[in-house]
C-alpha cells in the first residue's frame, strides 16, 4: 500500500475519517448524537454523545468490541446502499433514534443492536439477520428493519420479532428504496414511521419490469456475474408503491395516480401529517399530495409545474411546530423557501436544504454567492440570519435552540456545537491546497486557479491541467480546501490546475442549472474552454500549448468529450468513469435533462461519444471501476470498441475490484500523472 500523499487521500477517505459526522440534537439540546472513528485511517465508525452542559464526549457504542474490524458489507443489499450513499465506513455507518433521543438503533455486521443514550448500556435485539436499515419508532417501544427483502419488526425489548410486510413477488421488496430513488433523488429511506408508532408507511417496490444488468467481477472468475436491475434511460422504471402498515396487521394501500406519476420523491410522517411526493415520468410536474392514514386517500395540496424540469430539494417537504408547510418556490433566478406558500427569503439567495426545523425556527443551507454554502435560519418573528461567516462549505443540526455547524473550509475542517469544537481524530493532510478563486469570463464561470506550491509567477511556463466536474450533481470551485486535494497535488508535480464550474452545475439558480438548454454536450466544453482562455489572460505562466484534462463520472464524460470535439484546445484526456453512451445512463438521471429517448433521439445522439471515435487525434486514458454499478463498466468498454474499430489508439486502465468510488483509489493519481506527462511531451 502507497506511503504516498494519494495513498494518504485513499486511505482516509480524503481525510474525513476520524471526523464527527451524522448529527442528531436531542430536542431538549441536551446532548448531541454523532459518528466517529478511532483515527485518521480508521473507517470503523462508533457511537458517540456530547453533552451540551458538561461539553464531555462520551463513547457510547465502540464497534470494534462489537465484532466490526473494517469488515466488508454484511449483505449485498447493504453493499449497494452504502455505495448508493458514496459510504465507504465500517462499523456503525447510519443510526436511528427516538424522538426524545433516548434510544438509538443500528446495525453491526448484520446484527442488530440499540443503545440506552443515558446509560450507555448496549442490547443486541436478536434480529433475523443480516438486518439492515434499522428505524426506532418515535415513541422508542418498536424497532424496524429489513432482512433481505422482508420489512420486520421487533420490540425494544428484543421480543416479538415478526414480519410486518413480505415479498409477494420474486422481485419485490418491502420497505427499501429502489435504485432511482437512492442514486438520483437522493431518497435512502424505503419506510417511515407514524408520530405514534402505532404504524408506518413503507415502499412495496417490484422490480420485476426493470431490465436485468449483469456486473462481474473479473479478478475472481469463480464468483457469478451480480444481477443488477438498472432502469436505464427509455426503459421501465420498477413499479413502486406506498401501504400503510399497522403494528396490528392492518394494510391500507396509498392512493394515487400511479400511471402518471410513479416516481414517489419524499414521503414524511409528523404531528401534522403524512405527505407524500409524487413526479411524472417526465419530471416536469410534481405534486405534494395529503394522504389519509385510515383510508389511503390522497389529496393535492400542492402542485408545481416546468417545462423542464422540476427540482427535487433536500429537506422538504417540513412543517414548523405549528403545522406551516415547508416548501421552495423558483421565482425567476432564485429559488426561496416558502411557508405556507409565501416566500420568506430574499431574492439572491438560493436556499439548498432545509437541515432542521427546531420549534417555528429553520436551519436551511444557501448560496449568495455560489462557491459558500452558508448556514441560514429563518423564523416568524427574525425573518432570515446568517449563522455562519468565514466563506466555505456548511451543514448543521439543530434542535432545541442548540446548532451544531460542520464546516469546511479553505484552513481547515471543524465541527462545533454552539461554538464548542468537537475532538477530531482526522489525520493531517502534508500538502495545503492554495486555490485561487474568481469569476471568470462573460458568464463569470465560477473558477479555482492552483499554481504549485513555491511557484514564482513569472518563473516558468506551466502546463495546464483542467480538473472539472461539470455535472449538475455538485461544484468543484468552491471554497473549501477538502476538494482540492487532487488538484493540489498535481499542481505541485508540475501543473497550473484550474477547476471551473460551467452551466448545469448547482448553486447559482434555476436558470443557471437550466442554460444547456436542449444541448448536453457543447455548453460543458465551451465553458471549459473559455474558462481556461480567460485564466490565462490573467496568468502569463500558462502554457495554452499543453493542455490537459481529467475527470471523473460527469467529469470522465466531459474529459473523454474534450478531446474528441475540442482537440485543438485539449492535448491529452483521462477519463475516469465516464458516460459515454447517453442511452445506458439512469432514466431519472437521464431524462431530467434530455428527455425520453423516443422524443429526443437526436439529443441522446449528439450528446453519446461513440460516433466521436473516429475523430481522436489526441491521447486518451479512460479508466473504469470493472464493479461499478452506477455508471457501468460498459460504457468504457463500448468507447474502446469504437475506438479500436476506427484504428484509434488510446488506453484503458481496468480497476478489477473498483466501484463508482474508485475515483481516489491507491497509486492511480500516480498512474494518471504518467500518461499525462508522456502525452504532453513533459518527459
Known amino acids: 500500500m502507497s506511503s504516498s500523499f494519494p495513498g494518504l487521500v485513499a486511505r482516509s477517505q480524503n481525510f474525513m475519517l476520524g471526523r464527527p459526522r451524522r448529527f442528531v440534537v436531542a430536542p ?40 466490526a474490524a473494517g469488515e466488508a458489507p454484511s449483505s449485498e443489499r447493504e453493499r449497494a446502499r452504502r455505495e448508493r450513499a458514496r459510504d465507504r465506513s465500517a462499523g456503525i455507518g447510519s443510526y436511528a433514534t427516538d424522538a426524545a433521543v433516548r434510544t438509538a438503533v443500528f446495525t453491526v455486521a448484520g446484527r442488530l443492536y440499540a443503545v440506552d443514550v443515558l446509560s450507555a448500556e448496549v442490547d443486541e435485539l436478536g434480529a433475523r439477520e443480516p438486518a439492515a436499515e434499522a428505524r426506532i419508532d418515535p415513541t422508542g417501544r418498536t424497532v424496524a428493519y429489513v432482512c433481505e427483502a422482508e420489512l420486520r419488526v421487533v420490540g425494544r425489548d428484543g421480543k416479538d420479532d415478526r414480519p410486518l410486510a413480505e415479498p409477494d413477488g420474486p422481485e419485490v421488496t418491502w420497505g427499501l428504496a429502489e435504485h432511482e430513488a437512492s442514486e438520483s433523488m437522493d431518497r435512502f429511506e424505503g419506510y417511515w414511521w407514524a408520530p405514534d408508532g402505532r404504524s408506518l408507511v413503507a415502499a412495496r417496490v417490484d422490480n420485476a419490469p426493470v431490465r436485468v444488468w449483469y456486473v462481474a467481477d473479473p479478478a475472481r472468475p469463480e464468483r457469478p456475474p451480480a444481477a443488477l436491475r438498472y432502469p436505464s434511460a427509455g426503459t421501465p422504471n420498477a413499479d413502486v408503491g406506498l401501504c400503510v402498515l399497522g403494528l396490528d396487521g392492518s394494510r391500507t394501500p396509498v392512493e394515487w395516480d400511479r400511471a402518471a406519476f410513479e416516481y414517489v420523491t419524499r414521503v414524511t410522517w409528523d404531528a401534522a401529517g403524512l405527505l407524500v411526493v409524487v413526479q411524472n415520468r417526465r419530471q416536469t410536474t410534481m405534486r405534494v399530495l395529503t394522504a389519509d392514514p385510515v383510508t389511503g386517500r390522497t389529496a393535492v395540496l400542492r402542485e408545481d409545474t416546468d417545462p423542464a424540469w422540476t427540482t427535487i430539494v433536500e429537506g422538504v ?24 406558500g409565501v416566500p420568506v427569503t430574499p431574492p439572491g439567495l438560493q436556499m439548498e436544504e432545509v437541515l432542521s426545523v427546531d420549534g417555528e425556527t429553520v436551519l436551511f443551507a444557501g448560496r449568495q454567492e455560489p462557491a459558500e454554502r452558508h448556514l441560514w435560519t429563518w423564523s416568524p418573528a427574525a425573518g432570515t440570519v446568517r449563522v455562519t461567516g468565514t466563506p466555505g462549505l456548511y451543514g448543521g443540526r439543530r434542535a432545541g435552540g442548540v446548532t451544531v455547524v460542520d464546516a469546511q473550509t479553505l484552513d481547515g475542517e471543524a465541527v462545533s456545537v454552539d461554538g464548542h469544537e468537537l475532538r477530531s481524530l482526522a489525520a493531517e493532510p502534508s500538502i495545503r491546497p492554495l486555490p485561487q478563486l474568481m469569476a471568470l469570463g462573460e458568464r463569470e464561470l465560477r473558477t479555482a486557479v492552483l499554481f ?112 474528441l470535439r475540442r482537440p485543438d484546445v485539449f492535448h491529452a484526456a483521462v477519463a475516469g468513469a465516464p458516460v459515454t453512451d447517453q442511452l445506458l445512463y439512469s432514466s431519472h438521471w437521464q431524462e431530467r435533462t434530455l428527455g425520453l429517448p423516443a422524443e429526443n433521439p437526436d439529443g441522446y445522439a449528439h450528446a453519446s461519444l461513440l460516433a466521436d471515435a473516429p475523430n ?29 474499430a476506427a484504428g484509434r489508439p488510446h488506453t484503458v486502465l481496468p480497476l478489477p475490484a473498483g466501484t463508482h468510488m474508485a475515483a481516489s483509489a491507491d497509486n492511480l493519481w500516480e498512474f494518471e500523472l504518467s500518461f499525462l506527462r508522456t502525452a504532453l511531451g513533459l518527459d
Open 28 to 67: 431538549d439540546g441536551s446532548r448531541v448524537l454523532f459518528l466517529r472513528s478511532s483515527g485518521g485511517m480508521d473507517p470503523v465508525g462508533h457511537l458517540w454523545s456530547y453533552e451540551v452542559a458538561t461539553g464531555v464526549e462520551r463513547l457510547l457504542v465502540d464497534a470494534a468490541a462489537l465484532g
Open 616 to 644: 481522436l487525434r489526441r491521447p486518451l486514458l479512460l479508466v473504469h471501476g470493472m464493479l461499478d454499478d452506477n455508471v457501468l463498466p460498459v460504457h468504457t468498454m463500448k468507447l474502446s470498441a469504437a475506438l479500436l
Open 452 to 563: 504549485p506550491t513555491g511557484h514564482v509567477p513569472g518563473s516558468a511556463r506551466l502546463p495546464v491541467l483542467m480538473d472539472p466536474y461539470g455535472g449538475s450533481a455538485g461544484q468543484r470551485a468552491v471554497a473549501a480546501r477538502s476538494r482540492y486535494w487532487a488538484s493540489q497535488w498535481f499542481a505541485d508535480q508540475g501543473f497550473a490546475v484550474i477547476v471551473a464550474d460551467g452551466r448545469g452545475t448547482p448553486g447559482r439558480g434555476p436558470r443557471w442549472e437550466r442554460a444547456r438548454g436542449g444541448d448536453h454536450a457543447g455548453p460543458r466544453v465551451q465553458d471549459q474552454v473559455d474558462a481556461l482562455r480567460a485564466a490565462a489572460e490573467r496568468f502569463a505562466d500558462l502554457d495554452l500549448d499543453r493542455v490537459g484534462i481529467r475527470g471523473w463520472s460527469a467529469g470522465g464524460y466531459l474529459a473523454a468529450l474534450a478531446v
Open 317 to 340: 417537504p417540513a412543517h414548523t411546530a405549528s403545522g406551516a408547510l415547508l416548501w421552495t418556490v423558483d421565482d425567476g433566478d432564485t429559488r426561496r423557501l416558502t411557508v405556507d
